[in-house]
């Protein structure tokens, strides 16, 4: 069954703390939650306060919404009102659009340049070891219920998109969640080597 493309304005807010929202848009609604829970389950969201927050009050904590449908053409038009309307804590951003516009000041440009130290890398090195780190590009197996190989895949990105399954689905079946022992009818298995 083919998913249609909603595209609009959504916002990210918190139960626990309601005066906390993100605001964003995009062309797909749907696939661009999916890339937020997923980004955030794996700790590596760009977003630092949404990550924080997430980490301390989990995923039952946001309500993802739709605050308006419109044209792909007015969505960064839509997107800035929206920021401006309600300076939400989460974005980090103030100008509507990727990360167009955001100036790092000039001290965190020095920052920025300095090389690490030692002692941070190590540091950095404890926090993340025995993290799983997502890969990508790593091949996956594509199997039917019944455990009969269909097709070997260069990514889950790539069948994702070819398949019209959500990608985020296809990861969390690759992990083995006990909430996606299938995605999209299919069992996925990464490729041993």
């Not at 980090?92 to 130290?117: D, F, W």
């Amino acid at each position: 069954m083919k998913r249609y493309n909603i595209s609009g304005i959504y916002q990210i807010g918190s139960y626990c703390k309601p005066n906390r929202l993100y605001i964003g848009s995009s062309v797909d609604l749907q696939r661009r939650w999916n890339v937020h829970i997923c980004e955030l389950r794996n700790n590596t969201h760009g977003n630092i306060k949404l990550q924080r927050h997430y980490n301390k009050y989990g995923v039952g904590d946001l309500q993802f919404s739709i605050i308006l449908e419109c044209k792909i053409e007015d969505l960064i038009r839509y997107e800035q009102y929206y920021l401006d309307t309600y300076c939400p804590y989460f974005n980090i951003c103030k100008i509507a659009g990727i990360t167009l516009g955001y100036k790092h000041s000039e001290e965190t440009k020095i920052r920025m340049r300095k090389p690490k130290s030692k002692e941070h890398k190590e540091k950095l090195s404890v926090i993340n070891r025995g993290k799983p780190r997502p890969n990508y590009r790593k091949a996956i197996l594509q199997y039917d219920k019944n455990m009969n190989l269909i097709k070997e895949w260069e990514s889950g990105k790539n069948a994702a998109l070819i398949l019209e399954i959500q990608a985020s689905d296809i990861c969390s079946c690759l992990k083995g969640k006990p909430s996606h022992k299938t995605a999209g009818g299919f069992i996925w298995k990464y490729k041993i080597l």
